[in-house]
C-alpha cells in the first residue's frame, strides 16, 4: 500500500481522477469523518484485503493518527514520493491512502 505525502493528498486525488476519467475499474472510497480517501484499481487488487486491513482497521481506530502508525507499521506498505510513483504501484496492485 502507497501513502502519498499528506501535503500533496487532494491534488493527487484530483490527477488520479482525471487519469482515470474514463474507467469503470478505479474505486475511490471516501472515509469523511476522518478525511482519507482511498484509491484502489478493482481488477488487480484484492478488495477482501483492502477491506481486512485497511478500511476495517481504519474504522477500528479512534483517530487518523492512530491509523497511519497501523498502516506504516504493515510491512508491505512504502510511501509514494509522488503522484506517478502512486499511480505506477496502483498499477502493480496497490491500494493509496490520501490524508487530505
Keep these: 500500500m502507497d501513502i502519498p505525502k499528506k501535503t500533496t493528498g487532494e491534488l493527487t486525488i484530483a490527477w488520479l481522477r482525471e487519469k482515470f476519467s474514463t474507467s469503470v475499474d478505479i474505486i475511490f472510497r471516501e472515509l469523511q469523518e ?3 480517501t482511498q ?3 478493482k481488477s488487480i487488487c484484492d478488495s477482501k484485503l483492502v477491506s481486512d486491513y485497511v478500511i476495517k482497521p481504519f474504522y477500528e481506530m479512534n483517530h487518523v493518527e492512530e ?3 497501523y498502516i506504516h507499521s504493515q510491512p508491505s506498505t ?3 514520493d509522488n503522484k506517478e510513483k502512486a499511480l505506477k504501484d496502483m498499477l502493480k496492485g496497490s491500494a493509496a491512502d490520501y490524508q487530505l
Excluded: R
Aim: aromatic share 16%; hydrophobic share 40%; net charge positive.
Design 39 to 41: 484509491a484502489y484499481v
Design 78 to 80: 512504502t510511501v509514494a
Design 67 to 69: 491509523y497511519e502508525q
Design 34 to 36: 476522518k478525511k482519507v
